[in-house]
């Protein structure tokens, strides 16, 4: 069962991809801003990590480079709806695996988890 934690500083926008995620059998568990997130990762184990990039306090981009250090293997989704091109294409490069937009196209988020999911699992051989 793949965990996913979910980093997300609005309730709203946090339930909503929780339901999702859990509806679509992924165990999941949410994280209300960039440090809880890094906390969170440093003492349990996450097969993914969905970020908001723009939040309160440290940024969905320092998140994914810390969560780089801390959890190397761990596959980065990133979801803003108000992140600027720069902020995702530096997401991108930084090495997040995808970047979707808000409001979440459902189809398009479980595809991406799907296709990271199997990236890992070959990664893991």
């Known amino acids: 069962m793949d965990r996913i934690l979910v ?5 709203t926008q946090a339930e909503r991809l929780r339901l999702i995620l859990e509806g679509s059998g992924y165990v999941s568990e949410v994280a209300v801003d960039a440090e ?12 993914m990590v969905i970020s908001d990039i723009v939040m309160p306090g440290l940024s969905g981009v320092e998140v994914l ?5 801390i959890a190397p293997r761990v596959k980065v989704i990133m979801v803003s709806g108000g992140a600027t091109p720069e902020q ?3 997401s ?4 997040a ?3 979707v937009r808000k409001p ?11 296709v990271a999911v199997g990236m890992k ?3 893991s051989r």
């Open 36 to 47: 809880k997130a890094l906390e969170r990762l440093g003492s349990s184990s996450f097969d």
């Open 97 to 99: 695996f995808d970047f």
């Open 121 to 123: 699992q070959l990664e």
């Open 104 to 114: 979440v196209d459902t189809a398009y988020l479980l595809r991406s988890i799907d």
């Open 92 to 95: 991108l490069a930084l090495g």
């Open 65 to 69: 480079q810390a969560i780089q250090t």
């Open 7 to 11: 980093v997300e500083d609005s309730p």
């Open 88 to 90: 995702r294409m530096r």
